[in-house]
């Protein structure tokens, strides 16, 4: 093997309630693939983050090229030659596409002018180096460029001259089969043309298709550092979990003949005519891409976002949705996909932020009982088995699956007859994973019914009595459990079989 | 560790923690510093344990604490309030009016209040519905309100209140016996108000709605609480309490004047970030608060003691301010690194 080109030594990282890496040494050579894999939340974007120089490491030490690096700012990352394609870029939107592949660094001509002819000759070139010709326009605006496009112009700004080592960040989480080939054969040239290179994903296939080396994180620790060709996706697999993974969580049936929520012919600014039920006691799953508007159809169901047109009947009765106190009004509760964002209230208390929709049940004439509040909430944070040294504990230094946990606990608290989850399992680790699954089970079980978001393929088809996909804003027929494969899942969420 | 073993452990935890808890880890820096500022000022003048002194004190502190209240709801609320001062200034002139002319002194008391309500209303419609930011629109409605103090004063002169029972109100004093002085009418009210809004900010819906809006907005929403409407009852309550802290005004001052309260925003804000309260909003206490308020009344009757001149006094506030929101980033900052050491040391 040749002299490596990044060299990680013994790299130590912690953040409040979290140490995100201990001890992590890996290296790169020039012209190889290390693949880097773990489950969410093992460190795998921390140790990016820290190469990129958007974090400072606490131990260790980083080398690129021979020169060490460990401290250096983001700038200085750059300059030494390590870029990384990030897996959701930000675009400026009211700039074109040239001047965000340059952003930060523009050629300048005299005075301090930006020289936009360089700017765009050389993105031009760039496409035409890299293959990606005619796929954008290097006068676009920024706004305008498409997931795909702006994924180009990420690639494109990261391969700028003087790049030793290339981090891709789950590069593939938006692209189509086509357009992952796409990328493998830019890496291959990549990889001939001498820079080291580091793929980060959760697609074992793919690891396995375009990687030399896999490295293996679990809990911010190298658990694995093992050669491809000489590996599986299994072995892979133990060493990301440590045990043997649980795999297909099972669960009965348990839909009960009372309709909870049914909504006829709603539309929206995303959505067209949209139409389907839900059961007491069923769980009813809803796949497609990320845009596809599953968020949005939850919040419109939950009164944040304006419904247009159609009707939603809760039990059987008619309801005006017009504000998320109209919805908890309604029995409706929901756990967003964002819980830092939309969630949890970070600066305040786990029991707060587990009471918050509740506060008027727990009250007498607007006085709150704190007795109540610990009687009626406290068991449903245990219940879950949520860590955390202390009711009044901060919930932003709890873990990613704490906090998730402490979300669910909020609508437990308030028993809703429909609960809606965006996403439940993002960023939570694959033991809090397991319990958040049978506990989903447990509710539905109970007779909640319960819409389901997800983009977890396997939890999607694990968990969900019947799916439906939506694309553009429109849903796909039902697709009964004993029917629903991954393959029906993606083409309908391809937009295949849909109703025009 | 499971929550159950949490518990035991408070149980375990000895006195002395669990007074410290009931203080409050800020209050305790603050009650220190008080202290010491007390033990300075003490050494260098004589008459600052008098009891005309310490009336003094209460009674300056008054005005100060009533706007603090109210502002204090605002801040947690994530949102500002820099027309306080104006706000006491537009209530200070209707009082004076409503008791000269109408000749009604629950009127004129009532009238300042409902003035304050009113102004306050304006304010959060203006954020609400108008979607301004609250520091441009409260700095806006600053120069519009007191704008507005003037143009109803007539010919923009202070109103002459010569009424001894309004006075009282400003200068007059309950619980006098023996050798104790008694304590300002004034100060009385404004523990009334800090009692009470103690009281909401921590044990009603509404109080603690407010630290979940302020915490994150989004969130909140999401919970079921109206913002809109929220932010129409905090801005209406600190608004009506503004609107007291004028009225109190003139009965100290035997007048109505529409420049009254100006710079009380100034000793509000300072006073709400050295309590505790978090620039960004979901963090802060009425006690807290009012135990700063306490401190740069000291501060400010010390500086007159030792003969400080005005204006120095003015770069000091504006230096406090500044000291008092620095403190609690530089708190912020610190307990996320003890934190992420505690966890790198194997303990988080």
Not at chain 2, 19 to 43: D, H, M, R, T
């Amino acid at each position: 093997m040749t002299a490596s080109i990044l060299d990680v030594a013994h790299v130590g990282k912690s953040f409040p309630g979290v140490r995100a890496l201990a001890d992590v040494s890996l290296t790169v050579a020039p012209g190889e693939v290390v693949a880097l894999v773990g489950e969410n939340g093992a460190g795998k974007s921390t140790l990016l983050k820290i190469l990129s120089g958007d974090y400072r490491l606490d131990e260790g030490t980083v080398s690129l090229g021979g020169a060490e690096v460990s401290h250096a700012s983001p700038l200085e990352a750059r300059r030494a030659g390590f870029r990384l394609v990030r897996q959701e870029p930000e675009i400026v939107p009211d700039i074109s596409a040239a001047e965000n592949v340059f952003v930060g660094e523009y050629p300048r001509r005299s005075l301090g002018r930006v020289d936009h002819g360089a700017m765009r000759e050389a993105m031009a070139a760039q496409l035409r180096r890299y293959g990606f010709k005619g796929l954008v326009d290097p006068d676009q605006a920024g706004r305008s460029l498409s997931p795909a496009q702006t994924h180009i112009v990420e690639i494109v700004s990261a391969l700028k001259p003087g790049v030793k080592v290339v981090a891709f960040d789950e590069p593939t989480s938006s692209l189509t089969s086509d357009e992952v080939e796409r990328l493998f054969q830019l890496i291959r040239q990549l990889k001939a043309e001498g820079l080291g290179i580091i793929y980060v994903s959760h697609r074992l296939k793919e690891v396995l298709a375009i990687s030399d080396r896999v490295v293996v994180l679990k809990d911010g620790r190298v658990t694995g550092n093992l050669v491809t060709a000489r590996t599986s996706e299994d072995e892979i697999v133990r060493y990301m979990v440590g045990r043997e993974l649980v795999h297909d969580f099972r669960r009965e049936e348990t839909t009960r003949p009372e309709v909870v929520l049914e909504v006829s012919h709603l539309s929206s600014r995303w959505h067209r005519d949209v139409s389907f039920s839900i059961r007491a006691g069923e769980i009813l799953g809803f796949g497609g891409l990320v845009g596809a508007g599953r968020t949005e159809l939850a919040k419109v169901l939950f009164g944040e976002y304006p419904r247009a047109g159609g009707t939603v009947r809760l039990l059987g009765r008619e309801r005006d949705i017009r504000s998320p106190s109209d919805a908890i009004a309604a029995d409706i509760g929901f756990a967003p996909e964002n819980r830092k964002a939309e969630g949890l209230i970070l600066v305040r208390s786990v029991i707060e932020n587990a009471s918050m929709a509740v506060y008027r049940r727990l009250s007498r004439w607007g006085v709150l009982s704190d007795r109540r509040m610990v009687e009626k909430v406290a068991p449903v944070i245990r219940a879950l088995d949520v860590k955390t040294p202390s009711m009044e504990q901060e919930v932003g230094k709890l873990s990613g699956g704490n906090q998730q946990k402490v979300v669910l606990s909020r609508w437990l608290a308030a028993g809703p007859r429909l609960l809606i989850l965006d996403e439940p399992t993002r960023a939570v680790d694959v033991g809090a994973k397991a319990e958040i699954y049978r506990l989903i089970d447990r509710l539905a079980r109970d007779g909640m019914a319960i819409m389901l978001i997800s983009s977890e393929m396997p939890e999607l088809l694990a968990l969900s009595d019947r799916i439906v996909v939506m694309s553009g804003g429109r849903l796909s027929p039902v697709i009964e459990k004993k029917d629903a494969t991954e393959e029906i899942v993606v083409s309908y969420a391809l937009g295949k079989g849909m109703a025009a | 560790m499971s929550v159950a073993e949490a518990r035991d452990n408070r149980a375990r935890k000895g006195a002395g923690q669990r007074a410290l808890e009931a203080v409050g880890a800020e209050n305790l820096s603050l009650l220190i510093a008080l202290a010491l500022l007390v033990a300075l000022i003490a050494s260098q003048s004589d008459a600052f344990f008098s009891s005309r002194n310490m009336l003094n004190i209460a009674q300056n502190m008054a005005v100060t604490g009533l706007v603090a209240v109210g502002m204090t709801m605002v801040i947690v609320s994530a949102g500002l309030d820099i027309s306080a001062g104006a706000i006491a200034g537009v209530a200070g002139v209707v009082c004076a009016l409503l008791v000269t002319q109408a000749g009604t002194l629950v009127g004129g008391v009532a009238g300042g209040l409902a003035m304050g309500a009113l102004l306050g209303l304006v304010n959060a419609s203006i954020i609400n519905y108008l979607r301004v930011n609250p520091v441009v629109a409260t700095l806006a409605t600053l120069s519009a309100f007191r704008g507005v103090a003037f143009l109803i004063a007539p010919e923009g002169k202070p109103v002459g209140v010569l009424d001894p029972t309004f006075a009282l109100l400003g200068s007059g004093r309950l619980f006098q016996f023996g050798g104790f002085p008694g304590l300002p009418i004034a100060f009385l009210i404004m523990a009334v108000a800090a009692v009470v809004g103690h009281f909401i900010m921590s044990q009603t819906v509404f109080g603690r709605s407010i630290y979940s809006m302020g915490g994150n907005p989004a969130a909140a929403r999401l919970a079921g609480i109206d913002l809109n409407r929220m932010r129409l009852a905090i801005y209406t309550i600190a608004g009506a309490l503004s609107g007291l802290a004028g009225v109190i005004l003139v009965a100290r001052t035997s007048s109505g004047q529409p420049q009254a309260g100006t710079g009380l925003e100034l000793e509000a804000i300072t006073s709400v970030f050295l309590g505790g309260a978090l620039l960004a909003g979901g963090k802060g206490t009425v006690a807290g608060t009012m135990l700063a308020v306490l401190l740069l009344a000291v501060l400010s009757n010390g500086m007159n003691l030792l003969g400080i001149q005005t204006f120095y006094q003015l770069v000091a506030k504006g230096l406090l301010l500044v000291v008092a929101v620095a403190i609690g980033q530089w708190r912020m900052v610190r307990a996320e690194r003890r934190q992420a050491r505690l966890t790198a040391a194997g303990q988080g």
